[in-house]
């Protein structure tokens, strides 16, 4: 299955820092360049793309418009190489692929993806129906 945006962005849209990293990358990505897909909403599911549901919870997942998946720290970087050549992000996707800067990114980044359930979380917004969405 190919996507037409470049790369596809699974994110956890409850965890605040998740979102609001997304919602950062959202305003300086250069445009048609990242789709952001909300995986804690209600309408998601991931059966189309061969995971389950805590497969997505448990790291970061980007997807290739050639369908191929990159999850964790090597998603950041996939992230990143879309921003313009000399950007700061460009860099730091070049900085993360250096070998012993990779190797500890990943440990942090599993850390990271260890403990992420204990960070605080968005308010869930209900309306009168009794469906609720994050904002």
């Given amino acids: 299955m190919q996507?037409?945006?470049?790369?596809?962005?699974?994110?956890?849209?409850?965890?605040?820092?998740?979102?609001?990293?997304?919602?950062?990358?959202?305003?300086?990505?250069?445009?048609?360049?990242?789709?952001?897909?909300d995986i804690s909403a209600s309408e998601f599911d991931?059966?189309?793309?061969?995971?389950?549901?805590?497969?997505?919870?448990?790291?970061?997942?980007?997807?290739?418009?050639?369908?191929?998946f990159q999850s964790a720290i090597d998603a950041f970087r996939a992230i990143w190489s879309v921003f313009p050549d000399g950007s700061f992000y460009r860099r730091l996707s070049w900085f993360v692929g250096l070998p012993g800067i990779n190797f500890l990114a990943r440990c942090g980044y599993a850390l990271f993806?260890?403990?992420?359930?204990?960070?605080?979380?968005?308010?869930?917004?209900?309306?009168d129906d009794g469906s609720c969405r994050l904002p």
């Fill in 46 to 68: 991931p059966s189309p793309y061969g995971k389950t549901l805590d497969d997505f919870m448990g790291r970061l997942y980007v997807r290739t418009a050639e369908g191929d």
């Fill in 113 to 127: 993806a260890r403990y992420r359930h204990l960070l605080p979380k968005n308010r869930v917004s209900c309306i």
């Fill in 3 to 37: 996507s037409e945006t470049p790369l596809q962005i699974f994110y956890d849209g409850s965890c605040r820092v998740c979102s609001r990293e997304m919602r950062h990358y959202r305003r300086r990505c250069p445009p048609g360049s990242l789709a952001f897909i």
